[in-house]
């Protein structure tokens, strides 16, 4: 039974070594799956952009909002993070985008 014992002990340990290493490689895979910003990608996010801002409501997101302009003096207190589509365009045409993840945070 001691030993019995001891062998579930030592299995225990190398699960949770194995768990460890399985969670370190996740993360490394995430990283590599990182797709970052090409020509070609930088092209389908300036076509996407493009679309958004053409659509018939998109005039009210390509700048930032004016609060006092739209009565909504609470604006800055509701909304932590603004973006807007013209500081998006702005962004990618000058190469502030890593991964496309950065511009897809910026929604």
């Known amino acids: 039974m001691n030993k019995f014992m001891k062998m579930s002990d030592i299995e225990a ?6 768990g460890a290493e399985s969670t370190e490689c996740r993360k490394e ?12 990608a930088s092209r389908q996010c300036s076509t996407i952009l493009n679309i958004l801002s053409s659509h018939k ?15 909504i003096l609470d604006y800055f207190d509701i909304i932590s993070h603004p973006m807007n589509l013209g500081t998006i365009k702005c962004k ?16």
């Open 57 to 71: 409501h998109g005039w009210l997101f390509n700048r930032l909002v004016d609060p006092v302009l739209f009565q």
């Open 13 to 18: 340990v190398v699960s949770l070594k194995r």
């Open 29 to 40: 895979k995430k990283q590599k799956m990182r797709r970052t910003i090409d020509l070609k």
């Open 92 to 107: 990618l045409e000058s190469n502030s985008y890593s991964f496309m993840e950065d511009f897809v945070a910026d929604d």
